[in-house]
Structures are given as structure tokens and as C-alpha cells.
């Protein structure tokens, strides 16, 4: 791998379904105009289906290799062109994108839909012998074999028809909820006076001063950009504006108006419900968990009504000591949404002596980017160097060599600031997939994308202990992506059970939280000075406050998904009304709300990933505290054994093998609720 790049002007114009001439295999995003996208996409997928066709209509007796195989290696280009343009339209959208993104919603949908229900594709996938095959190639096999009868591909005529019009349809409004959210987020913001800023932490204040020069204005605004939003909520003392910036979040995508997806989300729901029924299964829930690690329904609710008990009896204590602070303030105890954030951060100040303003100048983004590298190399060995002058999809990102005992494993990119143009929230993307069995292909090494939405500050960009966590979070997914080492790219790195895929992300979180990283790593930004030990203490000490709080707000969330999808109809249905009784038999705790009502809640409704699914996050939390507890009892949270074997059984693995048989392999036993409880400090509650 050498590292000069290609010269984008050497037989232009460059094709963005064409193999990348980047040395990294990064496409071509400096080519991607809306009409060579739209070119690209129409030759990838007229390519993509003569493929389908000849691996279909092939007179050979079907075999692991002129069937599977030959689907594995079909559609490149039409994975290369979707990187490109999915790429832009999560983190750099614009009107000509955002167009182009809704011509080709339905588009895709009928091609994957004609690809994935075809019948005689699926009779020959069913025909290709077991014997032989290794342990990859039949679990590959097997997960053609499902991914066919779970599209609808042993449907009859009519029944194929019809599952092929609800998925375009979910794919058109997938789409729309999209773009209505991030109308609502990029559209509004809250202009502050000199007043209101005077009794601001200098972080909040810069970044609140970034956000005004990124939307063309003099002085400060705050956005609904959760690095905006909840900052100020936790730090603003003038309670109106609390309450106008909170009242804005909550109601992203039920404003009214062309951005309200209430409507959207009822048609959604139906067509789930119709979707799973075609399918043999009652309810949706029924159909998307099947393949999954939790099986069935009952066990999530389960999962989820275990630990709701606790977090809400910790939530109601931790309430009525804000009421407290509160009142011994001067300040209204009557604790609402938009107060709690505010009064928590008080009492935290006053019960553990510590306050966010005192903790950020210790976790500047930098130094966390370096904290997540050198824990990668203590536990992998693996080196970053960071490599200039990549056209890379926004200038803001950053990419690294990533190398193993100078060897070439990946190429990391990070995309960490919030813009306009840009989707909420945090996640990760392999922007290529890594594989091994294709001889005119060779070895492909991933290149592995970051996204998170930090408030960029003037001088540094500093984090919240929260922020920092969700840095830890993606790259513990990147890892992911980076050590794969399977065969085939439908197994690879994240490609996994969806309960399973943030096991790798949330047991990567808890290393920030060891003071043999804390000590190196969170330093100040302007002296360069450790964190005091004083301070870190109070902060460990401190890491399960508000526990209460926060597990709550994401349980609604989960349990509003479940239940919405163990619905048997959608007549009549309207989501917030649907949310709100669901919280209701809860005794959703006043002053909380659910950390994703439904019209903004893309985990759910801006496509199928995380539809009925959102639980995995407390699925996955399951294990990844008992994961962690392995680092542990060896007396050292780097050991090299253990760290092998995370490594050797879960991530070099990906979906290569049953996720019960990977963690087994890890931990010897199954994993216990009880472990995640404690971590969370519920268990004194329950």
C-alpha cells in the first residue's frame, strides 16, 4: 500500500462505479456531482442485473462457487456508487441530494426487490450442495438460504407483487421521514444576547458562537444539534429558554406542516404489519427478531421490564433530590422536561463536588482521538498515522493509516463535527467491506468511516464525558470493521445480528473509564496538565449518577419500538397518541420523556435497521458488561490473552459464525442480566 494519492484530473472524468485508483481504496467523492451519480447508478444496476441473470439462468449444476460465490462478487459497482451518494446524503446533504435521494429511493427498492425475491435464484441458492464447505462457506450459505425466504422469494405471484409495492413504498417513505427530521433540526435555532451567554462556560459559549458563523450569523445561536441542545439545557440558568430549545427538540417531525411524520409513521406501521403477515408471522416483531440472538418477542420484553422496575425507582428517587436542590435554590421544585438536565448538573456539582464546565477542558476531542488509538494499540497493536491531502467526502474529516507491525490493515476516517447538511446523531460505516476470495480481487482492506455531531469550538473542540463515550462507542464499531478477517464481504466486520453489532461498540466504552486512561489521555487543553486525581475520583465516583435518569428515557424508547411493532393492526393508529399510552401503563416517571419520541426517531423509521430493534443497545449490554468483567479477573483491563481472544472469537469473526457460538467461545457461559444491572447502579433500586 503506498500512500501518494491519484490525480483526480488523469483520465477524467472518473466512473463512481469503477474500481477506485486511490492507493486506499477510497472513492471518488470529488467526482460525485448529482448527474455522475445518477449515471453511475444507472450503469451499476443495469450491470448488476445482467450478473443476477447469468448466475440464474447458468445450464451449470449449481455449486458453492458458481452460485454463492458468483452472488457474493456480483454488484460492485452498485456498492461502490451507493457509498459514494449514501455517504453524502447522511453527512453533506443538500437540495440536489436530497432530490436525487427520493428518485432513488423507489428505484432501489424495485431492483433489490426483484434481485432478493426471485424464484428461480432462490431454488438454485437452495440446490448448492452442503458437503465440502467450510464452516464459512456454510454459514454463508446458510444466510443466502434465509435472507431468500425472508424476502419473499417462495411467495406466489401475487404475494411477491405485493411485498415488492410495500417495499418501495417503505423505501419512499424511509426516505422522507429522513429528510423531514433534518429539515426540522436545520431549520430552527435560538439566538442568544450578550445577557444570555454571561453566565455560560467559555466551551459552551465558543461552540454556541461556531454554530452562529456556520449558519451565517453574528454572535450566538443554539441548534437543535444534540451537542447544542443538551449542553445548554444542562447549563443555562434562564429557565424560558430552557424551555423554547427543549420544546423545539422534542417536537422535531411533529411540527405540522410538510415536516410531520405522524402520518409517515402510521403508514409505516402498516406496512410492516402487512409485510410480516405475507411472511407467516403475526406481528412484525415476530418477523424481524427471528434471525436474531433474542428469538422472539417475549424474551425482549422481558429483557426490558427486568431492569424498568429498578431505573424507574431510581429515576423517582433521583427526582425528588432535584426537587431538593431545586427548592432550597428559590428555584420551582416542580421538576419538568426541560428542567432536569439543569438541576441534575446542580446536584451533581453539589452532591459529587463536580460540574461538566470543570470536566471538559480535560477531553478535548483530540486527546480522545488519541485515548481511542492508543487503547486500539494495547489491546491489537495497531498504529495510526494520520495521512494528508485525501479528497475525502467533507473537509472537516480526517483519515489514518491504520497498521499492524507494518502491515496495511485499514484506512480510518473520522467525520466529527455537526453541521446543517448533516444527519444527527453518531455512527459508523464501512465505506469499503473487507474480503479475501476473489483472486482477480485480492485482499480488501476496509476503509472504515466515523460520524459523530461534536459542537466544533473556536480554539478546541471540547467533550462532555458523554461525548467522549460515544467517540469510544463508534470506534469500538470500527474496530469492528477494521480487524475483520473472513472470506466472504456478506459476513464481514459489522455484519452481524443486530443485537449482536453493539457488543464490539459498548465494551469499547469502558476502557475510558479505567485511570490507566484517564491518567494519559485526559489532559488539559490549554497546560497539557492530567486530569488531578482528586477530579478523576469524583468523576469515577460519580459515573452511575443520574443512572436512573438516562436508563429510563431509553427504555420508553425501546419499549414504545417494541410494542408498536407487536401490534396485530394500524387502524385508527397515531404514533404520539400510541406513545403516550405505552408510557402511561409504565408510570413514566414526570420530567422524563423518551429519549427518541417517535416522529424523530430515525433508529426506527428511517429504515429497517433498528425497526423493532432498538432493545440491542440493553441486549448487548448484557454481555458487554460481562465481557469486560473478562479484562478483569485477569487483574488487568490490557491483558494480552484475553484481548487475543476477544479479537480471535468476536471481532476478526464478524457474522462468520452463530453469535451465541462467538460469545461462548469468548466467555465460556452465557451472559447474565445481573451483570449490567450493577454496572448501571440500579441494583440498589430494584
Same mark, same amino acid.
Given at each position: ?8 484530473? +488523469? ?29 453511475? %447508478? ?21 455449486? %458453492? ?33 436530497? #432530490? ?54 417462495? @411467495? ?99 411540527? =405540522? ?13 402498516? @406496512? ?5 403477515? @405475507? ?29 424498568? =422496575? ?17 427548592? #432550597? ?51 491489537? =497493536?495497531? #498504529? ?59 485482499? +480488501? ?8 455531531? &461534536? !459542537? ?8 462532555? &464525558? ?83 435518569? !438516562? ?39 414526570? =420530567? ?35 465481557? %469486560? ?58
Amino acid at each position: 500500500m503506498t500512500h501518494e494519492t491519484a490525480d483526480p484530473s +488523469v483520465n477524467a472524468p472518473i466512473a463512481l462505479d469503477a474500481p477506485s485508483a486511490d492507493p486506499y481504496g477510497l472513492p471518488p467523492f470529488a467526482a460525485a456531482t448529482p448527474q455522475a451519480i445518477r449515471d453511475a %447508478f444507472a450503469r451499476a444496476l443495469a450491470d448488476h442485473k445482467s450478473e443476477i441473470a447469468a448466475i440464474r439462468d447458468s445450464e451449470a449444476a449449481p455449486d %458453492f462457487d458458481n452460485t454463492i460465490a458468483a452472488l457474493e462478487s456480483a454488484g460492485r459497482g452498485l456498492g461502490r456508487v451507493a457509498t459514494v451518494f449514501y455517504t453524502l446524503a447522511s453527512t453533506c446533504s443538500d437540495d440536489a441530494i436530497r #432530490e436525487l435521494e427520493r428518485e432513488m429511493a423507489p428505484v432501489m427498492s424495485r431492483h433489490w426487490s426483484a434481485v432478493s425475491m426471485d424464484p428461480k435464484l432462490a431454488a438454485r441458492v437452495d440446490a448448492v450442495p452442503e458437503d465440502g464447505l467450510t464452516p464459512e462457506q456454510a454459514r454463508v450459505l446458510f444466510l443466502w438460504r434465509q435472507g431468500y425466504e425472508r424476502s419473499g422469494a417462495r @411467495l406466489d405471484e401475487a404475494g411477491r407483487s405485493r411485498l415488492a409495492e410495500i417495499m418501495e413504498e417503505l423505501s419512499k417513505l424511509a426516505t422522507q421521514f429522513s429528510q423531514n427530521v433534518l429539515a426540522d433540526e436545520s431549520g430552527w435555532f435560538m439566538e442568544l444576547t450578550a445577557a444570555d451567554i454571561e453566565d455560560l462556560p467559555e466551551s459552551l459559549v465558543a461552540s454556541a458562537a461556531r454554530a452562529a458563523k456556520d449558519r451565517g450569523k453574528e454572535g450566538h445561536v443554539v441548534t437543535l444539534a444534540r451537542s447544542s441542545v443538551e449542553p445548554f439545557l444542562k447549563l443555562a440558568p434562564r429557565r424560558d429558554l430552557r424551555e423554547r430549545a427543549w420544546r423545539a427538540w422534542v417536537s422535531r417531525g411533529a411540527n =405540522g406542516g410538510e415536516t410531520d411524520n405522524r402520518e409517515i409513521i402510521a403508514r409505516i406501521v402498516a @406496512l410492516r404489519i402487512e409485510r410480516a403477515n @405475507l411472511l407467516g408471522y403475526p406481528t412484525f416483531a415476530e418477523f424481524k427478531l427471528a434471525p436474531e440472538m433474542a428469538k422472539t418477542p417475549d424474551a425482549v420484553r422481558e429483557l426490558l421490564m427486568r431492569v424498568w =422496575g429498578p431505573a424507574k425507582a431510581k429515576a423517582e428517587a433521583e427526582a425528588a433530590r432535584l426537587a431538593e436542590v431545586a427548592a #432550597e435554590a428559590g428555584a420551582n421544585p416542580e421538576i419538568e422536561a426541560w428542567d432536569w438536565r439543569y438541576w441534575s448538573e446542580k446536584t451533581r456539582a453539589r452532591d459529587h463536588a463536580l460540574s461538566e464546565a470543570e470536566l471538559k477542558p480535560y477531553f478535548p476531542l483530540s486527546g480522545m482521538i488519541e485515548a481511542a488509538f492508543d487503547c486500539a494499540g494495547r489491546l491489537f =497493536g495497531l #498504529e495510526f498515522r494520520e495521512v494528508e491531502g485525501l479528497a475525502l467526502h467533507h473537509p472537516d474529516a480526517r483519515a489514518w493509516e491504520v497498521t499492524r507491525g507494518g502491515e496495511p490493515v485499514a484506512l480510518f476516517v473520522g467525520d466529527y463535527f455537526a453541521r446543517p447538511s448533516k444527519r444527527s446523531g453518531a455512527w459508523m460505516s464501512q465505506m469499503v467491506g473487507q474480503e479475501d476470495f476473489d483472486p482477480a480481487v485480492g485482499r +480488501v482492506r476496509p476503509v472504515i468511516l466515523n460520524v459523530m455531531n &461534536f !459542537a466544533q469550538g473556536e480554539e478546541e473542540t471540547l467533550l462532555s &464525558f458523554d461525548d467522549a463515550r460515544t467517540l469510544f462507542h463508534e470506534f469500538g464499531h470500527a474496530l469492528h470493521g477494521m480487524l475483520s478477517d473472513v472470506t466472504y464481504p456478506s459476513v464481514a466486520g459489522t455484519s452481524v445480528a443486530r443485537d449482536f453489532v453493539e457488543l464490539p461498540s459498548q465494551l469499547y466504552e469502558h476502557w475510558l473509564e479505567t485511570p490507566e486512561v484517564l491518567t494519559k489521555h485526559a489532559r488539559h487543553y490549554r497546560t497539557g496538565e492530567p486530569i488531578p486525581a482528586a477530579l478523576m475520583e469524583k468523576m469515577l465516583a460519580a459515573r452511575n449518577f443520574g443512572q436512573g435518569f !438516562a436508563t429510563v428515557e431509553y427504555l420508553a424508547s425501546a419499549l414504545t419500538d417494541h410494542e408498536m411493532h407487536r401490534l396485530t393492526s394500524a387502524d385508527g393508529f397515531d404514533a404520539s397518541a400510541f406513545e403516550a399510552g405505552v408510557l402511561e401503563r409504565l408510570g413514566m416517571p414526570r =420530567g422524563i420523556v423518551s429519549r427518541h419520541a417517535a416522529p424523530h426517531f430515525l433508529h426506527v423509521f428511517s429504515g429497517d435497521g433498528y425497526s423493532a430493534g432498538y432493545y440491542s443497545y440493553m441486549w448487548s449490554e448484557v454481555m458487554d458488561a460481562d465481557a %469486560f468483567a473478562a479484562f478483569e479477573e485477569a487483574g488487568d483491563v490490557f491483558d494480552a490473552a484475553t484481548a487475543k481472544r476477544l479479537a480471535d472469537d468476536i471481532l476478526t469473526k464478524g457474522g462468520s459464525r452463530d453469535p451465541m457460538e462467538e460469545w461462548l467461545a469468548f466467555r465460556g457461559r452465557e451472559p447474565d442480566p445481573a451483570a449490567m444491572i450493577r454496572g448501571r447502579g440500579l441494583d440498589d433500586a430494584a
